[in-house]
Structures are given as C-alpha cells and as structure tokens.
C-alpha cells in the first residue's frame, strides 16, 4: 500500500524515475501534489515495495516512462460490447 496525502491524478503522473533507483525500489519518495502545490513524502512499505518491483519488472520500461501507462491503442470502450463485432474482428 502506499500510504499518503496523494490524489489518483498525482499517482499516475508518476514515472518509474521516481520509484527505482539502482535497481532497487526507493523506500521513500517526494511527489509535488498537483492540485495544492505541495510536497508530500512517503514511504513504501516492504509489501508495496515488492508489488510494485513486481510490476515494473513485468512492465518494463525507463526511468522516463509512466509507472501507470494509460489505455492502449487497442481499448475497446464498453459501448462498443453492445454490438456483435464483424466476423473475423479481434477485439482483445
């Protein structure tokens, strides 16, 4: 878990900078709140620090990128269940 005064909108502006140094995953980190301006700290607990080594191994990625990539190219949208899909469409 991690455990702070941070809104959705801050974590998914977060890159993989911020949480790996080394190879390893920072016990501690500071992110700029968006909305209030802040800095807030916090820290990854033991069990959230292996989650998270855990996904970003699985992921990939540099230091650059977004921890939580957005939708990718292929998002079906709910809507778009409502209707059969043409034969021979894949729609993973």
Do not use: N
Request: with cysteine; net charge positive.
């Amino acid at each position: 878990m991690i455990d702070s005064k941070l809104r959705g909108c801050d974590l998914v502006q977060m890159k993989i900078g911020d949480f790996v140094s080394g190879g390893q995953i920072r016990t501690r980190a500071i992110v700029m709140q968006r909305k209030a301006g802040r800095p807030v700290q916090f820290e990854r607990l033991p069990d959230a620090r292996a989650s998270l080594l855990a996904w970003l191994e699985r992921r990939g990625g540099t230091v650059d990128e977004f921890v939580f990539p957005g939708p990718v190219a292929h998002f079906v949208s709910a809507g778009a269940f409502a209707y059969p899909a043409p034969s021979g469409t894949d729609v993973r």
